[in-house]
């Protein structure tokens, strides 16, 4: 079962999931995403670095959390991409809003 | 008639309704009833055990051990009775019960026992699951409770059937509607479906003088996820006749802003339009990615774009881009389901650079590739659409 831990760094809160990405586990990175928001948190980076596949579901659970933050007026990044989650992103050209980082600290410089 | 009369009679045509909705009277046996009847027989210790459904005129068993096959007047039946109220019907010993020792089916058949807990298609009692039995016969509370149990998930089964029998004809509604006739060209699609109903939609259809294919996704499984890909495909096929393939796409995210909206549902497209006459042609990719232009040595062109798919953000915009199918070229278009097979979308393309190389036809290429994921066996849905212009 994935599991999604929570920590921050400056002002950014980095979501790290531990696990494969799908239809089962799309709906704990939307509660963590979810809870965040409404935290006050809006600025998250989710560290994929544990993450070896995303399917469908799991795109649009990050879609879904960058349009939450984005409304919220912060922003959703990602960090530490593997292959088949870049590739990924990359057909779907979705890496043209979810510009994946190569590491947590990438994602949150500057910010 | 007695106003009594009058609402019993409405409410048996409800009733009727409901039985009816099920799709299950006169279908054939199936496996999870028999093994639910077998389960029941056995944990009961009886000789007939039965899925009963109470129609107009006549009891028709879905499944049953111990019982002649066939319907049987209903008038003669207990499970007849049984539906009449809510409640679970035990009746220890039929020859003594004058509700029933009357009947000379039923007393030449030599059953006492009988118990049956009713069948629920929403508020209606449409049937019974019931046992039966050559001598008289008690049941304790644990076994009432035990019935009541099994009948809760023998409702379960009939229900599902029914949404099988959905599922089966949104799949319908994903498909195009006819055969492509177009001298000079080839067009043939299939899509391997998974276990389970998705969302992956292909179509095609002539109109304005050109030939189009669409072949889509929508993020998700199931019938939420087929749902939204038989909208997405009509929408794009109305639009599409009567304005440029853009505008099509253009229109078709706006219509589904609303259905889309703050849900994380986004749909991946790719649609061609070509001219029959000259092969010119243009298409729009809504993040699909995964369109390729072969010639007839097998050489690939990827038709890509910077198009993100409909939903991923609203109120966004696509644009067409050009290219040419020339004789002897093949245009072929998969859902992302085929990159389960290859470790890299380039081997894919490989793979189906050397088809194309080997001269395959349209519907010789769909079928080696729908074949190969039938053999191996399908993760998720793949679709498959191809168009090949004959040689010159």
């Not at chain 2, 050489?299 to 020339?326: M, T």
Request: hydrophobic share 45%; charged share 25%; net charge negative.
């Amino acid at each position: 079962m994935m599991q999604v831990h929570t920590s921050t760094i400056g002002d950014a809160t980095v979501l790290s999931c531990d696990g494969r990405l799908t239809m089962v586990a799309a709906p704990t990175l939307r509660s963590a995403i979810d809870d965040a928001v409404s935290d006050g948190r809006v600025r998250l980076v989710v560290d994929l670095a544990g993450t070896s596949f995303v399917d469908s579901s799991g795109l649009g659970a990050l879609v879904a959390g960058l349009k939450r933050t984005r409304q919220a007026g912060g922003d959703l990044r990602i960090a530490s991409a593997q292959e088949q989650v870049r590739m990924v992103l990359n057909l779907t050209n979705l890496d043209r809003i979810l510009e994946p980082f190569d590491s947590v600290g990438d994602a949150v410089h500057g910010w | 008639m007695s106003r009594h009369d009058v609402v019993e009679r409405i409410d048996e045509s409800a009733r009727l309704r409901a039985l009816d909705a099920l799709h299950v009277l006169d279908t054939p046996r199936e496996e999870r009833f028999d093994r639910l009847v077998e389960l029941v027989k056995e944990l009961f210790d009886v000789p007939v055990a039965a899925v009963t459904l109470v129609d107009e005129g006549r009891l028709w068993a879905k499944a049953s051990i111990g019982l002649p096959t066939g319907s049987m007047p209903r008038q003669d039946s207990v499970c007849s009775v049984t539906t009449e109220r809510d409640e679970h019907l035990v009746v220890p010993d039929l020859t003594v019960d004058d509700r029933f020792n009357t009947s000379s089916t039923l007393m030449a058949s030599g059953l006492r026992f009988y118990a049956g807990q009713p069948l629920h298609a929403g508020e209606h009692r449409v049937g019974v699951l019931c046992v039966m039995g050559y001598e008289e016969r008690e049941l304790d509370p644990a076994e009432i409770r035990l019935l009541r149990i099994l009948a809760d998930w023998v409702e379960v089964e009939l229900a599902t059937e029914n949404e099988m029998r959905r599922a089966a004809l949104l799949q319908r509604a994903l498909r195009p509607r006819s055969v492509i006739r177009l001298a000079g060209f080839e067009v043939a699609g299939h899509c391997v479906t998974a276990r389970q109903v998705g969302g992956d939609f292909y179509d095609w259809f002539i109109a304005r003088g050109s030939l189009h294919i669409f072949a889509g996704d929508v993020m998700g499984k199931g019938i939420g996820a087929a749902l939204i890909a038989s909208s997405v495909r009509a929408v794009l096929r109305g639009a599409a006749r009567f304005i440029s393939i853009e505008e099509a796409f253009n229109r078709t995210a706006y219509d589904l802003d609303q259905d889309l909206g703050d849900t994380s549902m986004f749909v991946t497209a790719f649609g061609a339009c070509i001219d029959p006459v000259t092969g010119h042609g243009r298409y729009v990719d809504a993040g699909h990615g995964l369109a390729v232009l072969l010639d007839r040595e097998g050489v690939p062109r990827r038709l890509v774009s910077g198009g993100l798919p409909i939903g991923a953000i609203s109120g966004d915009h696509w644009d067409a881009h050009d290219f040419v199918l020339d004789h002897g070229d093949t245009l072929v278009v998969v859902s992302d389901g085929i990159l389960d097979y290859f470790e890299t979308p380039n081997d894919g393309l490989e793979a189906l650079s050397r088809m194309a190389g080997r001269g395959l036809g349209a519907q010789a290429m769909v079928d080696e590739i729908t074949g190969f994921v039938e053999r191996v066996g399908p993760v998720d849905d793949v679709t498959v659409v191809v168009v090949k212009r004959s040689a010159g």
